[in-house]
């Protein structure tokens, strides 16, 4: 990796005191750079700066996870957007407006069970390791899903993923 201290020193800050709560330039998650600290395996620390950012990442800021979902919880159901999708049977409206809501909960749950979202990958194997979730939680994001991706059965899915929000 190659950053100077004081660039990832800000980067962090701004993560852990809630400066920065979504994803930016459409793909980045700050709290992803937290969450490589933590998992990164070091093979080689010359100041023990790497080792030392671990140990401060270590203990999840409860104002941090507060921020956050307090952010996301309020963009978990655009029920607009939702709603014209499932009353015109748009498939790829719907799936759009689904992206954004999936990207807010994922983000809402993390943040629940002090956790740093990283990224999209293996999310599921995340949340079957969380204690705080709905029950059967996987199963019922990929039932959102698949229902979502026919006209006929958008209303079943918008049904499905309300019933998981509210839990």
């Known amino acids: ?12 800050e701004s993560v852990l005191n809630g400066s920065r709560l979504d994803k930016e330039d459409g793909y980045f998650y700050p709290t992803g750079r937290c969450a490589t600290f933590l998992t990164i395996y070091i093979l080689y620390d010359k100041n023990g700066y790497i080792s030392t950012m671990k140990e401060k990442l270590s203990l999840y800021p409860l104002q941090l996870s507060a921020k956050l979902m307090m952010y996301h919880i309020d963009k978990i159901n655009d029920k607009e957007d939702f709603g014209r999708a499932v009353s015109r ?3 790829l409206f719907y799936h759009s407006t689904l992206e954004s ?4 909960f994922l983000q809402a749950i993390f943040a629940f069970n002090q956790c740093f ?22 199963e019922r994001l990929l039932k959102v899903v698949e229902l979502g991706s026919q006209p006929g059965t958008l209303s079943q899915s918008y049904e499905e993923w309300v019933v998981l929000c509210d839990e």
């Open 89 to 91: 049977g748009d498939v």
């Open 1 to 12: 990796m190659y950053f100077t201290t004081s660039e990832v020193d800000n980067d962090i």
């Open 117 to 138: 979202f990283p990224s999209r990958k293996r999310t599921a194997q995340f949340i079957e390791s969380f204690k705080h979730k709905p029950k059967n939680c996987t």
């Open 101 to 104: 809501a999936l990207d807010h």
